[in-house]
Structures are given as C-alpha cells and as structure tokens.
C-alpha cells in the first residue's frame, strides 16, 4: 500500500454522516449533484476478481486512515494509481484501459464531441468546423446514444466505486465547466436512442454535469429563424434554463455573436467586389438569424448566466477590413432595430415577452448591457482562416507560433505532468478517440474509449492535428 503518496491536506473522503458509503461525492457544496449507484446496461460487472478486490481493499484502508480529516478535494492522482488498478473491472466504456490511463483521460477531458460538425462556417472557428460528414457504415458524424450513456453510466460507476467525482470538480487546475461539443453549435447537438426518443442538449447536459459533476457551456450562433424544429428546440431550451432549480447546471448560457460567421464573412466579401446588393441580402440573412435567436432567449435575460460571446480582429491589416470593434458596434444597432421589431410585434399579438412598453424598453436595455460586454480580441485562426485572412497577417503566424510550441512542448513530454502543466484540454470524439488540444493544435492520443462506434471514421479533430506527435501510453503511464 503506498497512501504515503497521498497529501494528507487534500483528501476527501466523507463518510462520517453517510456509512460506509457516501450519499454522493464530496467537495460539490456549489455544484452538488444527486450521486446514485447506476445500474445500467452499459455497466457489466460479473464476477469478482482478485485484483478489483485488492483494489477495493486499498480504497477502503485509505479511508480508514484519513476517516477524521475535513472532506475536501480529492484528487485521483493523490493515489497510488498501481494500487487503485482493477477498481474499473467490468465498466465496459473502459475495457482495455488502465487505471493511469483512466485518471488521464478523466483529469484531461473538457470537450465531448457528442455531435460532429457545425454549419454556422464561421471564419475563425479555431475548431475549423465544416458541416457533419454523411454518415455511412464507415463513418459516424456524432455520438451513439448507448456510446454516450455508457460513458456517463461508466463514470458514475466509477465515481460510486471511488466515493468521489473521478473529474470535475476534483481536479484542481482543470477547467471548472465541460462542453458537450468542440466542432458543434449548442443547438444542433442531439442524439436519438434506439427507441427514435430524442435527447437534446438538456437531456445531454443533464447526464454530464451528473457523471461529471461541473456545469456544462451551451453556445450558439443562432440558426435560421424558419427551420421549425431547431426554433422550438431553442424555447423549448429557453424556457428550461430559466427556471432556478435547472440553471445550476449551466455555466454559461451564450449566444456567439461576430463579424466572423459565414453570412457576414459572406457580405464582407461581396462588398469588396462592389457587389452590394447581393451584400445586402447575406447582411440581413444574419442580423435576422441573431435578432430572432436573441428575442427566441427572453427569458434567459434575467438569468446571470447569460451572455454573449463578442470576438474582433483587432490587426490594423486591410485583410481584416470588417472584421474589426467598429463593424460589430454597427451589427450591434442594425440588430437592436430589429430585436424592437420582433417585441413591438409580440406586444400588439400573442404578448409572450411583454405587456407593456415599459417591458419592451427593459428587454431592450439588457439586450444593450449584454452587448456591452467583454469583446475578445485573441483570435485562433485555424485552417479555414488562414485560407481566407492568408498566412502572413498576425493573428495567423500567432497562431502558427502558439501551434508551433506546443508541438514542440508535447514531443518532448517525458510523463503525464509534463502535459498537465502545458493546460492541456481533453476532446472525447464520437468514436472512443481521445484527443488533446491547446486550442491552437491538436494532437491524437492512444487513449481509445471502448465505443460500440469503435473504429468508426469521424472528420478530423482541429485544429492542426500534429499527427506525427501522438500522446503515447508509455508517457500517459509515466506518472512519478
Ligand atoms: S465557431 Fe462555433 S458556431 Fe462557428 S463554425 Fe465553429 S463551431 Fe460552429
């Protein structure tokens, strides 16, 4: 047994009120989530065997020791990771892995890619998203839901083997919120179980912020204002997030809203040809798309999660001419002018969002604070960015040197601190492929999660996938 490896003033464990077993994970009070022993099809544990006992032994003697220290956060790397081994037997999600490699993935793990693909082709989308691949018996563009409940289901069995949150909020220097996309809008992600029952964002955060025990980021760009399903997906996401007893489990509720989408990359474009009519048409095709996606998010206003997420260029290179503060305080006012319009039309019909004008004016004026808001001016510009704004402005060879370093910095990695120290962020793609990302490059792993879509081929992870610079299992073994 070797607890000497673990700090006594981060321990964890609280079994004081609850038994020998705790109700849920400790060191949650701000992000509490119910913990419940999961019994489901994607978790199989038959039989016992000698090394998940000797696993449980080490759990429990642990626990013994440190039984009369303060519960605080526990970390799985404060264990020894040989001794905890055999502790995942039976959870088939990680069939094939070891316990170090476990701790990896759960320490590391940001993203989700539980859809694939993203139509919004914004210009500087660091993630270079394209619309999902066609799906064939090749190739998946999202999630199986049994995929995704049993990576859930596996975590919460794991989390109720160990008494506490193997990730989230046990990890400290990891991010303290998760994503259940990288290359998707928050609206688009959605999967359907076997029974054709279709689970969609809520469904979806609701599972991770339990197996996970952070809150989850829901973004969007909008979507166009005619597509029926996704503007009754979207009240329907509205109305659930603005009740208090749902908003915990968010922990941003943002609407993205930039110069760099693909409409008005698209006007931008056209107007350097002089072609300003069909400018004009792309100009309101997006500044409709946000002012119905900001009046379709009313009642989220009052909420302190909402916000939106403004991003500029802030180079002085022609390249960049449209791109800049200037041009989004200009959407700003075309798009307040039309946000009027949609309440001014509500007030006189169906009286949805306001019965009065007083209301009108007030939902105006939080709409206004919020554009006021924090304007980002780092810019990842990814393949598709470079092709458009070139190589050679200064937001691209920033990125190429940021993309640059950190290969650098990955192929020297001896052991697994080495990565933890460079803020490396996990992506879980739709196949069981793990990756990792600086958001600036991205780079396989060996880490391969047993999915029934195992083997499966996906669209490549961005951005800049240094495939010659795999993480290997021999660095993600080396943890001392
Ligand atoms: S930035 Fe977001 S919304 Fe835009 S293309 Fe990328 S994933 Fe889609």
Redesign the pocket.
């Known amino acids: 047994m070797q607890v000497a490896n673990i700090r006594l003033n981060n321990y964890g464990f609280d079994y004081k009120k609850t038994g020998n077993k705790p109700a849920r994970p400790v060191s949650v009070a701000d992000n509490s989530v119910p913990y419940q022993n999961v019994t489901s099809p994607a978790v199989s544990f038959l039989g016992v065997s000698q090394k998940y006992l000797n696993a449980k032994q080490y759990i429990e003697r642990v626990k013994q020791i440190y039984e009369f220290l303060p519960p605080k956060n526990t970390d799985i790397y404060e264990f020894s990771l040989n001794n905890l081994d055999g502790i995942q037997e039976g959870i088939k999600v990680f069939n094939g892995l070891n316990m170090k490699e476990i701790a990896f993935l759960t320490r590391t793990m940001t993203e989700f890619g539980v859809n694939r693909g993203?139509h919004?082709?914004?210009s500087?989308?660091?993630?270079d998203?394209k619309p999902p691949i066609k799906e064939t018996a090749e190739t998946i563009n999202k999630m199986s839901w049994n995929d995704f409940k049993s990576l859930t289901d596996g975590l919460n069995e794991l989390n109720d083997r160990l008494g506490f949150y193997v990730s989230g909020p046990n990890v400290s220097g990891k991010r303290n919120y998760i994503s259940p996309?990288h290359?998707?809008?928050g609206i688009e992600v959605a999967l359907k179980d076997n029974n054709g029952v279709e689970h969609d964002f809520i469904d979806i955060a609701d599972e991770l912020y339990r197996a996970v025990g952070v809150p989850v980021v829901f973004?969007t760009?909008g979507w166009t204002p005619s597509n029926k399903k996704l503007q009754e997906r979207a009240e329907r996401i509205a109305a659930h997030y603005s009740l208090s007893e749902n908003e915990q489990i968010l922990t941003q509720f943002n609407i993205?809203f930039h110069p760099f989408?693909a409409l008005h990359t698209r006007q931008v474009l056209l107007e350097r040809t002089g072609d300003i009519e069909r400018a004009n048409k792309f100009k309101d095709l997006y500044e409709n798309r946000m002012a119905n996606a900001i009046y379709t998010f009313t009642p989220m206003l009052e909420s302190r999660k909402m916000g939106f997420i403004q991003r500029v260029a802030t180079s002085n290179e022609p390249v960049f001419d449209g791109f800049r503060e200037a041009d989004l305080q200009k959407m700003h006012k075309s798009i307040m002018k039309k946000v009027r319009v949609l309440y001014e039309k509500d007030l006189e019909g169906e009286q949805k969002f306001s019965k009065t004008s007083a209301d009108v004016e007030g939902h105006l004026s939080q709409i206004k604070m919020l554009m006021t808001g924090h304007v980002a001016s780092g810019i990842t510009l990814a393949e598709r960015g470079q092709e458009l704004f070139g190589k050679a402005n200064r937001h691209a060879l920033e990125t190429g040197d940021r993309a640059f370093s950190y290969n650098q910095r990955m192929a020297d990695a001896k052991n697994v601190k080495d990565i933890f120290y460079n803020g490396m962020n996990g992506i879980v793609d739709a196949n069981g492929d793990y990756y990792l990302t600086s958001w600036s490059a991205t780079f396989p792993t060996e880490i391969k999660l047993n999915f029934e879509n195992k083997g499966k081929l996906t669209a490549p992870i961005r951005p800049y996938l240094q495939e010659d610079t795999p993480i290997t299992r021999t660095v993600i073994n080396t943890v001392e």
């Open positions: 993203c919004n082709m914004c500087y989308c660091y993630a998203a996309f290359d998707a809008d973004d760009a993205s989408h």
